[in-house]
């Protein structure tokens, strides 16, 4: 009995290909097809739903209907029993539709004569295209296998919307991925970049969907997937021990290429006429509309994993590989799930923009996009399922949103807005080699934060006065393996060229917390944050920070080196780094190495402790930067990571600014210069803000520098210094909103923030 339903559903499918491959308008394939279906399940109808827009359902084809209706009967999501499936994604299978809960009666369709209803989800890689329905006069309920074989029907209708059959008949009909789609994400790294997509791990296209050999198709199949296994034992082979993030993904990859069920279901897709592909994307339809309703994290991270696997499968099935023959388009912009700092860096300058549907705005491959300079959405969900190769793109790292394939009035604003920035750009060349000095005479020093060779080049064209924070740790970051000392004398003794007599305030490494080398072993800490991480762990396990220093010794070679330890919370941590720093000097001296001209060395005031450190701490210090990131994410309490709780603090809340205010006096109490090299002093209001604190250095992204002097060269930080002490003294809870005012005030200034 099974036996003749999956001939007669692979009959069908023979057929649905025949049509598919017919020449003639998208409408009379579509009418062809629903004919085919209601034939071959022996109902009296047969109708295809399409999305005409994101909540509206409209007939585009029907046998048995009244065919006046078609393109004319329209529901919107959730509405009657079609809105149903369409809304929950899960089949309707009722004998008697009219007493079944949420039925609508449409007259114009003549539907009230038809008592069974069974409809499904047009579904592909887990997103709803439509709702294909049948119906009979007959009360019957349609059993198992007769819902089975309609599924895969929709699956090859959704596949045949994949590939354009019917595009041409109107929006309901144009096929997915011709759509405008506007994604909402966060932003990673400012700026707007227009192109077209590339994706990182592309999509293998499959155009096959259909076997008359199940036999042989089960056969392929079975080879892939054990091609798949032995992949993956490699894999975890090659992997280590210690590394147990990356193990636990490919645990779950085993235990999934070794799933029986997984195995099962295919191998019965297959036996009903679709291609060893098909069913492959069939079961990782699925999964994927499972993802979106498991509220789970571990059990969405393991669906995402067989995600993962079934695009493996897919790549070894259809020989595509990596390689899917497409072009890197001249303006790519890069469309990924994730992807690392290494593989980041290996595209390069020649990126325009990247939109990752995952990362995190701290993370190592945000870091590399900034340090390139190059816009970055990241948290754009579903990106990669409806981005193609070549799509036209335009990511906005602003306001963190994206367009795909963006509509004419869409590209207008989006160009003006890129045109206002062009001429913005423009006008803060034109200040480049002028102070930042404000209308009341204030010299603020203007540095750029660097951590890469590729940050260089934009110490000359920003106008930044030399490099106020140096992340060594990026070099560690982006490679497989420890940097060997050499190779450290090397890039910094480059970095110091570039820097061509420009000071440059390295900073030694800062790793732990979410910096995690993948070569150490990792700790597992409840806190990271508050963990084992930059000074204690150099203090803790010297090793590495004495050959750190070593080499910033040997790259200087005569010249002046400038080294600041991050993260120090209490005076004796910086007094034992800085003794470091003097016993390494003495041993290169000895071992006949050039001593740097002078060696200065500082501290990062990174934890509200040492703004209340004793005053011997301030004068020992050559000189202090405050890394405002970390220091507002521990004096608020607010993860500076987490998207939830950091956005609550503005940075310009009065408690913070009176810290910032006390750091500064405590320095010049001690004479010790003091500068501001978190995120916050690239924000033009803040950085304002910061000057009128007492603050006469900042070190900003090199592209901050321009708008940041701009303002800085219209006001009067006396004035801005008395706003804000009337804020505070009222009792509001950040000073922004006087600021923004004032500024209104002073010529039609608003600040840009
Ligand atoms: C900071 O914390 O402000 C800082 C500059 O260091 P990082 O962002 O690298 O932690
Ligand atoms: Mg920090």
């Known amino acids: 009995m099974a036996h003749g339903f999956e001939s007669e559903s692979r009959k069908l499918l023979g057929r649905l290909r025949d049509t598919l491959a017919e020449e003639g308008p998208a409408q009379a394939r579509l009418d062809r097809i629903t004919h085919l279906i209601a034939d071959s399940m022996r109902t009296e109808v047969c109708s295809i739903y399409l999305f005409r827009d994101s909540d509206t359902l409209e007939l585009c084809a029907t046998e048995g209907l009244n065919p006046e209706a078609v393109h004319k009967t329209r529901m919107r999501i959730g509405e009657g029993l079609v809105g149903r499936v369409a809304k929950t994604a899960q089949p309707v299978n009722t004998e008697d539709a009219p007493s079944t809960k949420g039925f609508r009666f449409m007259p114009e369709t003549g539907e009230e004569i038809y008592s069974s209803f069974l409809g499904l989800p047009v579904q592909r890689l887990g997103e709803t295209l439509g709702v294909l329905v ?42 997915p991925h011709q759509r405008m789609e506007m994604f909402p994400g966060s932003v990673g790294q ?23 050999d199940p036999e042989a198709e089960t056969a392929r199949l079975e080879e892939a997937v054990e091609r798949l296994r032995v992949g993956v034992d490699q894999m975890l082979s090659r992997v280590r021990a210690t590394d147990k993030d990356q193990r636990d993904v490919l645990e779950a990859y085993r235990m999934f290429a070794n799933s029986r069920g997984w195995m099962r279901r295919m191998q019965e897709d297959i036996s009903r006429g679709l291609s060893a592909e098909a069913a492959v994307e069939k079961e ?112 906005d790292g602003e306001q963190g949103v994206v367009h795909l394939r ?64 140096f992340r060594t740790e990026l070099q560690f970051l982006v490679q497989n393996q420890m940097p060997k000392r050499g190779e450290l004398v ?54 590495v920070m004495r050959m750190q220093l070593q080499a910033l010794i040997r790259a200087a070679n005569g010249r002046p080196l400038t080294v600041m330890f991050p993260f120090v919370a209490q005076f004796d941590e910086f007094k034992e780094a800085r003794d470091h720093v003097h016993r390494e000097l003495e041993r290169e001296a000895a071992l006949g190495h050039v001593l740097p001209k002078k060696v200065e060395i500082g501290a990062m005031l990174e934890t509200p402790s040492m703004a209340f450190a004793p005053r011997q701490f301030f004068e020992m210090a050559d000189f202090i930067s405050i890394g405002g990131n970390d220091l507002k994410q521990f004096f608020f309490a607010a993860d500076r990571e987490n998207e939830r709780v950091r956005k609550r603090y503005d940075t310009l809340n009065v408690s913070f600014l009176s810290l910032i205010e006390r750091i500064v006096e405590r320095c010049q109490e001690g004479g010790t210069p003091v500068s501001f090299c978190g995120e916050d002093a ?34 009067n930080l006396a004035e801005a210094k008395v706003v804000i002490e009337a804020a505070r003294a009222s009792g509001v809870q950040s000073v922004r909103p006087e600021i923004r005012e004032w500024l209104r005030g002073q010529g039609g200034q608003s600040g840009q923030d």
């Not at 007959?138 to 595009?167: H, I, Q």
């Open 490 to 543: 090397q890039i910094y003794d480059r970095v110091l060229d570039a820097a061509n007599g420009k000071r440059v305030q390295f900073r030694t490494l800062d790793i732990g917390s979410d910096k995690v080398l993948p070569y150490m072993k990792p700790t597992d800490e409840p806190n990271p944050a508050l963990g084992w991480r930059a000074i204690r762990v150099g203090l803790d396990k010297p090793g």
């Open 682 to 715: 690239g924000r033009p209001l803040e950085a304002m803000c910061f000057a009128a604190m007492g603050l006469r250095s900042l070190s900003m992204r090199p592209a901050s520098i321009g708008p940041v002097k701009h303002l800085l060269r219209r006001v």
């Open 406 to 469: 963006p509509e004419d009035s869409v590209v207008s604003a989006f160009r003006d807005k890129m045109a206002m920035q062009a001429e913005a750009q423009k006008r803060y060349v034109s200040l480049r080699d002028l102070p930042a000095q404000s209308l009341d005479g204030e010299i603020v020093e203007l540095h750029m934060n660097a951590g890469l060779m590729a940050d260089l080049p934009s110490l000359v064209g920003s106008g930044a006065e030399g490099v106020g924070l």
């Open 284 to 395: 990782q339809s699925t999964a994927r509309a499972r993802m979106q309703t498991v509220p789970d994290a571990y059990l969405r991270e393991r669906l995402h994993d067989l995600d993962d696997l079934s695009n493996r499968l897919l790549r070894i099935l259809s020989g595509q590989g990596n390689e899917t023959g497409a072009e890197m388009p001249a303006d790519p912009i890069l469309v990924a799930r994730n992807i690392g700092p290494g593989e980041l860096l290996d595209y390069g300058r020649s990126l325009r923009g990247i939109v990752l549907e995952e990362g995190s705005v701290g993370s190592h491959a945000a870091i590399v996009a900034r340090a390139l300079a190059i816009p970055l959405v990241v948290h754009a969900a579903r990106i990669t399922t409806e981005a193609l190769n070549g799509d036209h793109i335009m990511v």
């Open 134 to 175: 049948v119906q009979s006069k007959e009360k019957r309920s349609f059993s198992d296998d007769e819902v089975y074989a309609l599924e895969v029907v929709a699956m090859v209708l959704a596949e045949m919307a994949e590939l354009g059959a019917f595009v041409g008949e109107g929006a309901a009909l144009a096929a």
């Open 190 to 212: 400012e700026g707007a970049a227009e192109g077209h997509v590339w994706l990182h791990e592309p999509r293998v296209v499959v155009t096959n969907m259909v076997t008359d």
